[in-house]
């Protein structure tokens, strides 16, 4: 059974920055895409970003492009998000996934493995 656990959420102004971490278990992690998404108060699930099981590609929702930034390391099984120059509109829950297939995707029906989410909340 996978199982992914995010960390590192919090309340920050805007302009600051967080990182969160997505620790996956239950599967070899060094096989398969990551990717982060996030859902707001009232609004539907988004993507926001994902990586491929080397790193070398990765894929960003225009909103965060330049902003925020995707790694893994697949000796500690984990994903990161680096959230820099955070929006009062960045903020939500943001979700890490495991994907089944073998290409970065944004589409949320590829990702078989879901965590419980964290919360960011950025204040203006």
């Known amino acids: 059974q996978v199982q992914l656990v995010e960390s590192g959420g919090g309340l920050v102004q805007a302009g600051g920055s967080l990182r969160l971490s997505c620790a996956a278990s239950?599967?070899?992690?060094?096989?398969?895409?990551m990717g982060w998404f996030r859902q707001a108060p009232g609004k539907e699930r988004e993507f926001v970003t994902a990586?491929?099981?080397?790193?070398?590609?990765?894929y960003y929702a225009d909103s965060v492009k330049g902003r925020f930034t995707i790694s893994r390391d697949n000796a500690k099984n984990t994903v990161y998000l680096q959230m820099d120059s955070l929006k009062p509109e960045d903020t939500a829950d943001y979700y890490c996934?495991?994907?089944?297939?073998?290409?970065?995707?944004?589409?949320?029906?590829?990702?078989?493995?879901w965590g419980q989410g964290t919360q960011v909340t950025v204040s203006s």
């Open positions: 990586i491929n099981w080397s790193g070398a590609t990765t």
């Open positions: 239950g599967r070899t992690f060094g096989r398969y895409v």
């Open positions: 996934a495991q994907s089944k297939l073998g290409v970065v995707t944004s589409t949320p029906a590829a990702y078989d493995y």
